[in-house]
Structures are given as C-alpha cells and as structure tokens.
C-alpha cells in the first residue's frame, strides 16, 4: 500500500514537471525575443552596485531619462525602471522588487497625467503582463499576481505563450532561431534593437530620429478630466510615498516633457498639471513638470520628439542633462528652481511666439488648416502643391490669414498638397508644415 | 468567481488539499465552510436568502416529521379508547395540518423565488396594461435560487411523504442545500441521493481523482474551446438580427445549440470532475442530448435533473390528483377512449413545461419556450395513432439506422429552431429571425465576412469546427457503449499522458484569450 502511494506520488510530481517543461517550450517558442524590459530587468538583478536612483515611469519614462548622461552628471549608479504604459500600480510593485536588492537614496517618479486618469485602456493588463514575466519568483511577485490580475487576465500572466497567437507555424521557428543564440540568453542589448530604436543600458531606451524641424504635424495627446481621476493610481502613489519613506529614499516628482503643440492640444493641460502639484503638496513632495520648463531649462524643439508623447535620443541627451542639473540643485538645495518653471500654461502659452503645429483635413470641399500657437499669436497659411512628378511646390494660395482652400483651386494633376504656417507679421518661409496627400 | 477561472483552480486545490488533510469528523464542516465562503463571494448579502431558506425548510421539515410521530403515538396510546370515526377524523385532522406546514415552507420559499425572480417581470408586464405601480429594477436575484429552491422544495415534499427522515443537523442540512459545485448551475439534486455522501467522509483515491480530472478536463475543453468561441458569432447574429439572413442565421442557430450544450454540459462535467476527486457521485444532467430522436427523448438527455424533478413533483401529483380523475372520465366519456387518456396527458405535459419555461427566466421567450416543447410533445402524442398508420401505408422501416439518424436530424433541428426564437432579444426578434432565414440563401460570401466580423476568423472557425467534430466523435463512441475514461485509463501509460497532455494543450491554446473574456456560464443566470 505504501509503495503504491509513493508510486503515485511520483507519477504525480513527474507528470507535473512535464507539464511544466511542455509550458516552457510553448513559452519559448511563442514568445518572440525582444523585449526591453526582459534586458531591463535582468539587468537590474545583476547590478553589481547598489542603485543610488531609480526612475519609474510608462514610455515617458524610459524614453526621456538617459542613464549614461545621469550617472555623469549626478556621480551616481542611476537605473531607469520605465516600461510600455508602466501603471502607478505597476510602479510600486517594480519599486518593492528594486527594494530586494538595492536600497536607492533618489526615486524619480515620472508624472505623465495620462497615469491619473482613466481611458479604455485602463482596465488592459498587458502592462503588467511584461513586467511580471521577468520578476523572478517571490513573494513580492505573488503580491503583484494578485494586485495585477483579475479572474479575466491571470490565466494569461500563468501563461504567457497564451498571450502570443502564432498562426504561422514560421513563425515558431523563427522564434527558436533568434532565441538559440548566446546574445539571447546573455540578455544582450542587441536583441533588443530596431531600425530606429534600441536599448541603450540600464532601461534607457534610445530613439534614433525626431520630427524634422517645423513637421510635428496633427497631435493626439491623452486628454485629462478632472471627473475622470484614476483612484487605484491615486492609491498606489500613496504607497509608493509611503514605501520610500520605510526605505529613507526621497521621492521626486517629475514630468517628463511632450511636444509644446501636445500641451496645448490638451486643452486643459493646467487641470492636469494642478492635479499632479497638489498631489505633490499633500506629501510635501517637489514636482518638476518640464512642460512648463522656461527656454533658459529647457528648449522644446520639434527634433526633440518622435511622436505626441515621446524624445528621441537626441531630445532624451539634452533633458537628461537638464534634469540631472535641477535634481543636483536640488540635492544640495543650492537653487530656487520655481523660477525655472512658468507658473501656469497660460504663461507658458503666453510666451509662444510662433506655430507649434499644423495640419489639414477636408471638409466640405475645402482643405482646412489647424494649427497651435502661442496665445498673442495671429498664424497665417500658405497653400502649395506638387505633382508626382515634381519634387518642386508651386503655391496655390500665398500666405493670409484665411486657413483653407476650396479643392476647386487644386490643379486637377496634384500629387500632394503642402501647408505651411508661421505666426503672422513673421517673414520666414514656415514655422510649421504639413504635407496633405491628395491620394489618401 | 466563475468555475472557468484561474482563480476557481486554485479555489478547488486549497478545498480538495483541506478536505483530504483533516480527520474524517471534520471533512464536511470543510465542505460548509467552502461553499458558504464561495457562495459569499458570489452573493454577498444576499447570501441571507439562502440562509432563510436552508432555516425554513429544515425547520417545515421536522416539524411534519414531527406531527407524523405524534400522531403515531397518540394513536397507538389511545387507539382502544376511540372509535373507527375518531381515528379517522384524528387522521384526517393530522394530514391537514401537516399539508398546511408543508404549503408554510413551500409558498414561503416559492413566495421569494418568484418575488426576486419573476417580480420584475409580473410588475413591468402590470405597468404596460394599466397605469404605472412600481419598479422593482432593484432586485439583483441571488445566485442558484433556482437551482437550491428547487432542491430545498423536492427534500421538504420528500419528508412529507415520508420517503425520508428529515434532517436533524442543521449544518450539514445547510451543506446539503449551499454546496458549491451545484449551487450555480445544478444539478438539482436529491437528498437521498447527496446529502449522505456529502456528511460521510471520503479517502483520496488516485486512480478516481484522474478520473475526475479527465471529466473535469472535458467540461473546459467543451465550455472554453467550443462555447465561448461559438459565442462570439452568435452573440453578433443575435444582437444584431436585422443585419443577418439564410445561412448565417442556420449557422447562428446551429452555434448557439452548440454554445448552450458546451457550456451547460461543459460546466456540469467541470463539477462531476471536482465531485469525483472528493469521492462524491454527482447526479447525471446529460445523456448525449442530440442523439434523442424525439422531443420527449431530449428531455430525457437534457437537464435530466430539472426533468425529473418536474415529472416527480408537478407532473405525477398533477396526472394522479383526484380532478385529473375526473377530467380524465369526463374526457373519456365525451371523446373516446384514446383522446380521453391522451388529452390529461397533454395538459399535464403543457403544465410540465410550462413551469419548466418559466423556471429559466421571467420573459416571454421562456414562456415560449416552455410551450413549445410542451406543444411538441402533446401534438406528438395526439397524432400517434396518425403517425402510426402513415408508418403502416408507406412500410417505412422503423428500427433502421437511417430512419433514426432522421430523426435525431429532425429533433436537432426543430429544437435549434425553438432554441434560436428563446434566444433572441424579444419573441418578435426570434420570429423575425426566422423569416429572415428565408431571405439570401446561399450567400457565401456574406457568411465569410459574418464568420470575420464576429472576432472569430478562418483560424478560429477552423478550431471550433474540429472541437465539435471531436466533441460529437466522443459522444458518438460513448453513445455505443464505449467508457472513453475507462478506456483511456486501461491503455499504458505514455498513451495516456499523451491524451492527457493533448486535452490540456488543446485548453490552452484554443480557449478563447482573455480579451475576449471567458463567458459567465449560461445557466448561472437561472
């Protein structure tokens, strides 16, 4: 009877341990090899030296602060724990995984609003999902299944191959054959690397190319309501105040900066902003919003940015060393930094003196042109076309204030229309471009 | 939680861990604190309605147990001291109370069922005859009142006829009437059937607890892989009914009988799976339902519990009442000896499905529903002797195979057709859908982009067209005789794993992804 029940047993266990194995080859197989955080974190883990400051934020985050400038600049060990639309609730739990193997002095929270609000995609574990892969196992990563998922998603968290649909059997030999490679299993930064971006060290994650000068274009930035406050974010946040407390590391604020023409396309950026200062205020906290930087911080150029939302390299080089500049400031509390910054957007906007962006849509037969500019600005709009043929515009309408062409005027063999904005009374050829293309 | 959830796993691995670990006395104050919590978490307060009803049930119960003992004994102390009429009057007197404590228990319990159930509905139905009186739109109806109702109400009629002792332990009582794996979609099990072995104590058998765990595997296969991807495309036909004709109203006809049996059955098979590993046999509720060759038959494969609680409590009390009697003299007398026995028959059966509708719901589409098939099997009995003689002209070999595989196909079809009306959003949404069958046959093309609007795709119309193949293989071998479980288990061991892996790998990778969200279980709304 005995030596039936240990029998059992080990059927039991060696089924199980299959079982297993057969989910790790579903995982390798389906799972496709790039992934920044997987390199994020096993960096992490392998720090050798402890991390003197850990920046936690979604995209903004990983994108903007450049660790190789901040360790340089502040002297010390920095490491960006961003990830792809990280959570406040994400944030926190990265935080207490940081905690079981450093013990950083700085923590810099990066403030983008769409994190205190809630959109469709709120309630989307994916999020989580890639950052609970490569937790390794513990009791904080129990606490974070738990936190993280709910009846719907846990099943894809036990089981991430499940979140991979592969319909092309290629596709699973493609996988194996990228994965069987030394760089894989080292974590080597090169298998997280595109045409135009690739991980850059300790989370930094560097994009080659910005928006050419003038060609930021139409934006569609998060939007914020005050109706529509995410109470889970606002929690976490406590925690989050509450665990660097615990640890003696001293929480920063900062918002890292988008394209001008973003702000204002907001609308009601200030609401936004008062949101994130007021929670700063409530923990006796300091936030740097570098939307409201003053040129003398921090110039925003077009070619800073790639998108509505995120720096390139070369705008992550420039705000890095600008960020690292106010937070030693702020170290050795040398500075008033409020003078940096505008109080409010509508200083802020105030000061604009040009057109930020424009862009034209059709619209009851006419071609309109929208732009956003400073407040005192008037901006005026010059219509031009090409043919396929040509690579030189001719102007269908010089500049005016007057933001839109009937299609009547289009020579019926246009190829693309270009709009071109500048502030009025300015005598440069554009501020701002837009390239209209009649084939759309 | 639902029973396809992560969660519900390890919900039943911590049960089935406790249940095994502590000594044999405690096994079953296990099982009562399991499914109250479970019950909790699904119904927080209205956790009280069970409660009223486990408290007024067991207390009905014991006191007609205990006015039958009384009157037992008074009549056995004093039977020389009264006469034949005093003993009967004294009888007669006890019988009626006792029928007044039984019709307590039953209209108090029945009372709630249909206030939290059918109030809605009375009242809404009231409001659109005659002025506005109230809204009831309040009530959110507790989880399984159908289902434990039902069961409390079979255990009380039960005691009453003296089939059975009532319960004297009102703990194990409230086990058998709250516990977990029945309380969302059934079965609506029997006292004497359950509760004994809910209270006895059960050993850890390997050999049963894999047996119970290819069951279980089966229901998920059946409720995740075919159901919940059969719902995709059924639940856009029916939403949106006007914009679907022909084929792709069939085919939405044909997925949604197959999406009701998956996830009916499915989560059935789920439960009988957990009861199996805790060493606890738990009622049939299918018997391979499509192989019925009649409506009646189908009712004998399909929701056998519900059936045979009808025909046990409605229909027999009905068809043997002393005014069924004299209906049946009465309709003897006037047509005949055949129409006289059939028609009572037919009215009881109406009855029977009338209460059988009503009990999935409170809409018209359930009343439907009941009627229809009452409908179908009375008109079927009614037209025997006609069917019988057409049979005898035409010399149609009765006992052939192709005669029966034409009346399984007939039964499948009339009853998807009866399936597809309940299921839409109002009766003249069902009866719209199915002119609308009429309209566009044969138009491919427009089944093609129906087949990729819902989210379902080629690939996934591929997975759940080989599903149900394997499903209907599997029902076909079981229908002659072959215990695929048995089997299985007889074969050496890599064949059996390998079946085992496939079954689980075949879950993980065709249950449908978690963005789509796995479907509450249907019959969890009754």
Known sequence: ?440 | MTFASLYFIFFIITVCTLYFAVPDGMKWIVLLISSYFFYFLLSSVWTVFILFTTATVFISAIAIERITEHSTEYLNKNKELMDEEQVKAYKAKTKRIKKYTLLCGLFANLGILIFLKYGKFLFENINLSTTHIASLNWIILPVGISFYTFQALGYLIDVYRGKYKADHNFFKFSLFLSFFLQIIQGPISRYDELALQLYKPHRFYYARAQNGILLMLWGYFKKLVIADRAALYTSMVFENYIEYAGIEIILAAILYTLQIYGDFSGGIDIIRGIAQILGIDMALNFKRPFFARTVSEFWRRWHISLGSWTKDYIFYPLILSKGFARFRKQMGNALGHYLGKTIPVCVSTIILFLVIGIWHGASWNYVFYGLCNGGIISLGLLLEPVFDKVIKITRLNTGSRAWSVFQMIRTFVVLSIVRMIVNAKSLSAGFSMLVSIGRDWGNMNALKKAIIASGMGKWGAVVLFTAALVMLLVEVLQENGIHIRESISRQNVIVRWITYYGLIFAILFFMMDSSDGIKEFIYAQF
């Not at chain 1, 003196?353 to 849509?361: F, M, R, S």
Request: charged share 20%.
């Open chain 1, 1 to 440: 009877m005995r030596s039936f029940k240990i029998i059992n047993v080990f059927k039991t266990v060696l089924f199980m341990t299959v079982l297993s194995l057969l989910i790790e080859v579903c995982n390798f197989t389906s799972i496709p090899p790039q992934s920044y955080t997987r390199i994020m974190m096993h960096e992490m883990y392998g720090q050798r030296e402890n991390i003197d400051v850990v920046f936690l934020g979604a995209s903004h985050a990983y994108r903007s602060f450049d660790t190789r400038i901040l360790d340089e600049q502040l002297g010390m060990n920095t490491f960006n724990m961003g990830s792809s639309s990280q959570s406040v609730k994400d944030s926190y739990f990265l935080l207490r995984e940081m905690y079981s193997h450093h013990l950083p002095r700085y923590c810099i929270l990066e403030m983008s609003w769409a994190r205190y609000n809630i959109y469709d995609f709120s309630s989307n574990a994916t999020s989580s999902y890639i950052l609970y892969d490569y937790f390794r196992p513990s009791v904080n990563k129990l606490y974070y299944f738990f936190s993280a998922f709910n009846e719907q998603t846990a099943i894809n968290a036990v089981l991430p191959f499940r979140r991979y649909p592969i319909t092309a059997p290629s596709k699973y030999l493609e996988n194996i054959k990228a994965k069987m490679t030394k760089e894989y299993f080292g974590c080597s930064y090169s298998v997280a690397a595109y045409d135009n971006e690739h991980y850059a060290g300790k989370g930094y994650v560097y994009r080659n190319k910005g928006f050419s000068r003038g060609n930021v274009g139409k934006v569609e930035p998060y939007t914020w309501s005050n109706l529509n406050i995410n109470n889970e974010a606002v929690y976490y946040f406590d925690k989050i105040y509450k665990l660097c407390e615990e640890n003696g590391t001293e929480l920063i604020l900062v918002t890292a900066p988008v394209p001008l023409a973003s702000v204002a396309a907001v609308g009601n950026y200030q609401e936004a902003h008062e949101f994130l200062d007021s929670l700063a205020e409530k923990y006796g906290l300091v936030h740097y919003d570098f939307n409201l930087a003053k040129k003398a911080l921090f110039e925003n150029r077009d070619e800073y940015f790639y998108d509505s939302g995120h720096m390139s390299g070369l705008g992550a080089n420039v705000f890095s060393n600008k960020v690292a500049g106010i937070l030693l400031s702020h170290i050795k509390d040398i500075d008033d930094l409020n003078e940096f910054f505008y109080s409010d957007t509508n200083e802020l906007m105030a000061s604009v003196d040009y057109v930020l962006n424009v862009w034209a849509e059709s619209r009851e037969g006419k071609l309109n042109a929208y732009s956003f500019h400073g407040t005192d600005v008037k901006p005026e709009y010059e219509f031009l076309y090409r043919t396929k043929e040509s690579d030189k515009y001719a102007v269908i309408k010089a500049y005016s204030s007057i933001d839109h062409i009937y299609f009547d005027l289009i020579p019926a063999d246009a190829y693309e229309v270009r709009v071109n904005a500048r502030a009025g009374g300015s005598s440069g050829a554009f501020e701002q471009y837009y390239i209209y293309r009649l084939d759309n």
